[in-house]
């Protein structure tokens, strides 16, 4: 097989040529650092940072002044925590279901004695019971595990939540969620919400953090471009976005941003992909299927083959797709295996890769 059939969307996108147009686009005739100068490029580079900045309020339904950039999901949340560091040995809720940016950061903060760690339980299809929300300071929501592949009723859970303590900051990692579905963060009523674009078909190196009340925190990060005055014994920021965008913006990456959002909100729907491998794979002997058959994509493991061995058998004949733990560590143990091996389709795959990938899993099984 001399084709490559990516069925990796879930860590990361491949890109629509709209967004390796602009991008280019910007190099070739539009470079210039934003907030830095005067000339017309510049200008040019101001207005371009803004609109992408519009657009991303549009896709989320928020203000634009409640965008902040940063270089992914993992910058955005570990940025949280530090935003947030000042609050007094917080009790922090996490999950099973979190991905390793989004509940490594506190955990490290727990180890080193400044917050308490208290895990909400998940139900028997592996989602955050809704029920049974524990009391917390702070909430980290993973709106979508990377290996389960579900959508979780975020604004029920920070309901539940301020039912416990009205006083609880919420935050939620959609790194996973914004490649499937719709975010409102109104709705939502959550006080952070971070994503990443190379997930929806931007570059690497962009991610978005929403803030819900960005004037009511001090910026984590200092430098350029985030102070509108600084004297001998006083720092006045500049209003949010800016405050919290310290240096240089990736604009390159700023620049395809755009395009991604509407790839994204015009996505060829994947289920029927996704349905078709469930029901191939269902009849395979020596497959367990760990998803759901309406998640949004597919994990698995072959009993009596490693999940490495497996990947490496299926890539020698062209199928890309992802094995291991998935940087998911405790939604493994809550399913009692060491790893899992996952596909996850694209706006860019066909019925067609689908059957291939299946005809091959098929003889890589028996």
């Known amino acids: 097989m001399n084709k490559i059939i990516?069925?990796?969307?879930?860590?990361?996108?491949?890109?629509?040529?709209?967004?390796?147009?602009?991008?280019?686009?910007?190099?070739?005739n539009k470079y210039a650092n934003a907030g830095r100068g005067v000339c017309a490029r510049a200008a040019g580079a101001d207005e371009m940072v803004t609109r992408a900045r519009d657009a991303v309020a549009a896709f989320i339904n928020a203000k634009p002044q409640q965008i902040v950039f940063t270089s992914g999901a993992t910058d955005g949340l570990n940025r949280v925590r530090d935003i947030?560091?000042?609050?007094?040995h917080p009790m922090v809720a996490v999950s099973d279901l979190?991905?390793?940016?989004?509940?490594?950061?506190?955990?490290?903060?727990?180890?080193?004695?400044?917050?308490?760690?208290?895990?909400?339980?998940?139900?028997?299809?592996?989602?955050?019971d809704v029920t049974k929300i524990p009391y917390a300071d702070i909430m980290v929501i993973t709106a979508m595990s990377n290996v389960m592949g579900v959508a979780q009723n975020v604004a029920e859970i920070v309901r539940a939540a301020r039912e416990k303590n009205p006083n609880v900051v919420t935050i939620v990692d959609a790194a996973q969620y914004a490649?499937?579905?719709s975010i409102d963060v109104r709705a939502?009523?959550?006080?952070?919400?971070?994503?990443?674009g190379h997930k929806i078909g931007a570059d690497t190196g962009i991610g978005v953090m929403y803030?819900?009340?960005?004037?009511?925190?001090?910026?984590?990060?200092?430098?350029?471009?985030?102070?509108?005055?600084?004297?001998?014994?006083?720092?006045?920021?500049?209003?949010?976005?800016?405050?919290?965008?310290?240096?240089?913006?990736?604009?390159?990456?700023?620049?395809?941003?755009?395009?991604?959002?509407?790839n994204a909100k015009s996505r060829p729907a994947a289920a029927d992909l996704v349905k078709y491998m469930?029901?191939?794979?269902?009849?395979?002997?020596?497959?367990?299927?760990?998803?759901?058959?309406?998640?949004a994509l597919i994990s698995f493991i072959v009993?009596?083959?490693?999940?490495?061995?497996?990947?490496?058998?299926?890539?020698?004949?062209?199928?890309?797709?992802?094995?291991?733990?998935?940087?998911?560590?405790?939604?493994?143990?809550?399913?009692?295996?060491?790893?899992?091996?996952?596909?996850?389709?694209?706006?860019?795959?066909?019925?067609?890769?689908?059957?291939?990938?299946?005809?091959?899993?098929?003889?890589?099984?028996?």
């Open 303 to 366: 009993d009596g083959m490693h999940v490495l061995d497996f990947g490496a058998l299926v890539g020698a004949h062209g199928v890309c797709l992802r094995v291991g733990n998935m940087c998911a560590t405790w939604i493994h143990r809550a399913l009692g295996v060491d790893g899992s091996i996952r596909i996850s389709p694209g706006f860019w795959n066909t019925i067609e890769d689908m059957r291939q990938t299946a005809d091959i899993i098929e003889n890589v099984v028996k």
């Open 98 to 128: 979190d991905h390793h940016s989004a509940r490594l950061p506190w955990m490290a903060a727990h180890l080193a004695g400044t917050v308490d760690l208290t895990v909400m339980p998940l139900d028997s299809q592996y989602n955050i």
């Open 179 to 181: 490649a499937h579905a």
């Open 84 to 88: 947030l560091k000042n609050v007094a």
């Open 188 to 196: 939502w009523d959550c006080d952070f919400m971070c994503f990443s």
């Open 211 to 262: 803030i819900k009340n960005p004037e009511k925190y001090a910026p984590d990060k200092f430098g350029g471009g985030m102070v509108s005055r600084v004297m001998t014994d006083e720092i006045i920021f500049s209003p949010a976005p800016e405050k919290f965008e310290a240096g240089t913006l990736p604009l390159t990456q700023i620049a395809g941003l755009p395009f991604a959002i509407d």
């Open 6 to 28: 990516y069925l990796d969307a879930a860590a990361s996108s491949l890109k629509p040529d709209a967004v390796i147009d602009a991008e280019s686009d910007f190099l070739r």
């Open 278 to 295: 469930y029901d191939r794979l269902a009849k395979m002997p020596r497959v367990r299927i760990l998803t759901q058959p309406d998640a």
